[in-house]
C-alpha cells in the first residue's frame, strides 16, 4: 500500500513539474522586467476633463445596457 501512494504521489510530482516551473519563470519575469517609462502618464487632469471623461463613459455604458 506504501508504495502504491508513492507512486502516485510521483506522477503527481512529475506531472505538476512543468506547471510548477511555469509559475516560476511568469513571476520572475513579471517582477524582473524593467518598466518602460515611456507608458508611464505624468499628466494630471483638471476637474473639468475628468467630469467630461466621465460623463463620455457613463453615456457608452447607458447606450450598451440591456
Known sequence: ???QIDAATETH????APYLLLLVVGT????AAPKDPARVSARTLSFAER????????EVYWQHRI
Not at 510530482?13 to 505538476?16: A, D, F, L, N, S
Not at 520572475?28 to 517582477?31: D, E, G, I, L, N
Request: glycine residues 6%; aromatic residues 10%; proline residues 0%.
Open 1 to 3: 500500500m506504501n508504495k
Open 13 to 16: 510530482v512529475i506531472k505538476g
Open 51 to 58: 467630469v467630461s471623461y466621465q460623463r463620455a463613459i457613463e
Open 28 to 31: 520572475v519575469t513579471a517582477f
